[in-house]
């Protein structure tokens, strides 16, 4: 439960602590005594986003800090999955400065705003009169009625598997965009590939070519050379190794007389064993040139090719056409996995279909009992409120699709008199019918999700007299199971308070600040008097305001 509220340097309130009890605390208050500024700040504690204009001196923080005891069992999981301390008294604070900069706290350790709200979430709930139209949004109906049928559970297992679902519905548009734009590219993509791979490129040496195809344009010439050469070397009569061959044996005669006669018969041998395998060489050479006219348009064409391929890719040489061959290959694989990615998207659809449609029948099934119950406890609130004859229930319509609470459109049909029809709650409700409406949604989901703390903003407004000391006592019940606080102007709904508290303005060095005070039991009955009679107290009014706190 909320067992302290400090807040410093907020709107009008320079500073003020006020320590908060279990059961049921009233606050009462003039018109712009400062309520709403007191509420303003317990949202900050929810997690609301600030406005900096509520910093009182912009040269300094404002802060607001509310003291929460919490049950370990509860609540232990929550620190440890966020790393906090834990601590029996959880003291959460938010500060804000002028420049609009805000910070969160849960036992001083900072924490982002939706680790805070998370947490103040479980806490308390804060309902002001002109948030009525919560009734009329889909979600809020489908809250209470998974409440009341205690399949929260099985809803957040509801909105997982179905977020799943649209997740993969998503991935599947996706990939079937994908897919056809890849397959308008594909044909082109197919073609150069194909390009690529008459190319054969691994094969390819671009130096060779263009060497053979030099050998090819130039055979005649080079057979003609080769040959004049190797005639040249070899002739019988005139040839360079018929010649060395007879200075040889010229040098060998005379070797036997000087040593250095030797010397050169060795040299004009190497000499001689060099120019014969030159010639040896060139014999080859001119084995292997062919004048081939076939081979040499084959190389034409093969150089053509490569460097037109070069041209059309923008590459530097064949590496690097290899490798747009490959990124073409990769693409045309991928295309192939892309589709059958699409046929196991579509599957995997398929099964969450079926495991979503039997997780929303169940739900389905679940709150129509819930709505007859929720219908119930209604009608046993509004017989206490004076609505003897009205209803309250929902309508269900089957969705064609499934979408996040299930496969349910649900309404909520009101009736305030017996032989009405049953029409949209928000066009069927007047004004202080919807006071007592909402008090009924309220204690009902209270009771259902057991928060420690409620509190309920002028939700009596429109309503007095009997009604109002009856919605009183009903207040005074539902306290007995959660800390209920109430902001009221109802004498009767004040006077069912365990305790009491006023909020104030008053000058202080000539500034305006609210405040707010805890009332001691004297204090009580004058302020519940004050607001029997107004301003001037009368006897008579202490004596009702005493005989309603007796009841």
């Not at 340097?9 to 500073?15: G, H, V």
């Not at 040839?239 to 005379?254: M, S, T």
């Not at 040593?259 to 084995?287: F, T, V």
């Amino acid at each position: 439960m909320l067992s302290k509220i400090y807040i410093r340097n907020f709107a009008l309130i320079d500073e003020l602590e006020v320590d908060l009890h279990s059961g049921m605390q009233v606050i009462t208050g003039e018109t712009g005594a400062g309520k709403s500024i007191l509420l303003g700040a317990l949202r900050l504690i929810m997690g609301e986003r600030a406005d900096s204009n509520i910093v009182g001196n912009p040269d300094e923080k404002s802060i607001v800090e509310a003291t929460f005891k919490i049950n370990k069992e509860q609540h232990f999981s929550f620190f440890q999955e966020n790393d906090l301390d834990f601590t029996t008294e959880t003291i959460v604070r938010r500060e804000l400065s002028s420049a609009g900069k805000s910070r969160a706290f849960i036992n001083d350790t900072p924490v982002t705003l939706n680790v805070l709200k998370r947490f103040t979430e479980n806490l308390i709930d804060i309902h002001s009169q002109f948030e009525n139209s919560n009734l009329f949004e889909e979600s809020y109906q489908f809250n209470i009625l998974d409440g009341i049928g205690e399949s929260t559970k099985e809803f957040s297992k509801y909105q997982s598997e179905y977020q799943r679902f649209i997740n993969a519905k998503n991935k599947l548009k996706e990939l079937e965009n994908q897919l056809s734009k890849s397959t308008q590219e594909r044909d082109y993509h197919r073609f150069l590939l194909n390009e690529l791979e008459v190319a054969e490129l691994e094969t390819v040496d671009l130096e060779e070519i263009k060497s053979q195809l030099a050998t090819q344009e130039n055979a005649e010439t080079i057979i003609q050379e080769l040959s004049s050469g190797l005639g040249l070397l070899q002739n019988e009569e005139i040839g360079v190794l018929q010649a060395l061959l007879e200075v040889r044996n010229k040098l060998n005669g005379v070797s036997k007389f000087q040593p250095k006669y030797g010397d050169l018969l060795q040299r004009i041998e190497s000499a001689r064993l060099e120019l014969q395998d030159i010639s040896n060489s060139i014999e080859r050479e001119l084995d292997e040139v062919e004048i081939d006219p076939e081979e040499l348009q084959n190389l034409n064409y093969k150089l053509n090719l490569i460097n037109n391929l070069l041209l059309k890719h923008q590459a530097q040489d064949v590496e690097e056409l290899m490798e747009i061959q490959e990124n073409l290959s990769k693409n045309e694989t991928q295309q192939i996995n892309l589709s059958e990615e699409i046929e196991k998207t579509k599957q995997f659809i398929e099964n969450q279909t079926s495991i979503i449609a039997e997780l929303s029948k169940e739900l389905t099934k679940n709150r129509k009992k819930s709505a007859h119950i929720f219908s119930e406890k209604c009608e046993k609130v509004f017989q206490r409120l004076g609505l003897n004859k009205a209803k309250l229930v929902f309508q269900f319509t089957p969705s064609q699709d499934f979408n996040k609470y299930g496969k349910d459109k649900i309404e909520l049909l009101f009736q305030a008199n017996e032989g009405y029809a049953l029409l949209p709650i928000q066009n069927a409700i007047s004004g202080g019918e919807r006071a007592r409406v909402m008090f009924a949604i309220k204690k009902i989901t209270a009771e259902i999700y057991e928060l420690p703390t409620l509190i309920l903003d002028e939700i009596d407004a429109g309503i007095s007299g009997k009604i109002a000391e009856e919605m009183g006592k009903l207040m005074r019940e539902l306290s007995a199971h959660l800390q209920l606080v109430i902001i009221t102007h109802l004498p009767q709904i004040a006077a069912k308070g365990n305790n009491n508290y006023k909020v104030f303005k008053r000058e202080v060095k000539g500034k305006t600040q609210t405040t707010i005070m805890p009332l001691s039991q004297e204090e009580r009955i004058k302020e519940i008097a004050q607001l029997l009679s107004g301003n001037k107290v009368t006897t008579a009014a202490i004596e009702q305001a005493q005989e309603l706190m007796k009841e």
